[in-house]
């Protein structure tokens, strides 16, 4: 949805007059989740720069460095993005490197449900409890 890409920040807003973009509805994009989750792009644009490669090959990188299984699967229309996506399998991690990279991570806490409550459910997951 753009997070990782390191092009959204705190001060974007998805309520462009005439569109409606899905994120204007999901919890992680609200302005108050945008400002707590920053360090999480901060860290990706670390690692790009450290990697010589883009935020979205960090973060895309990063998972195909999880599990042999696991596949991310980035959705775009813009062939640009693609084949910036496609240039993630050129980052490689060396295991310390893997190991920071996950230790920095981990101690970031990620604010806002990845989807609204109602897709939530429908995806087989309970709603978040009502605070």
Known sequence: MGFLTGTID???RFDRPGYTDYRLTNPRFTPAALRANMSLVDLLREWAQRKE???AQIALAWLL???PWIVPIPG???PQHLDENLGAV???FTAEELRELDTAV???EIHGERLREELLVMSGREAPPKQ
Request: charged share 15%; aromatic share 0%; glycine share 0%.
């Open 76 to 78: 775009t229309t813009n």
């Open 65 to 67: 460095a999880q599990k």
């Open 106 to 108: 981990s101690q970031i």
């Open 10 to 12: 705190e001060n974007t």
């Open 90 to 92: 050129a980052v490689k």
């Open 53 to 55: 490669a883009t935020p």
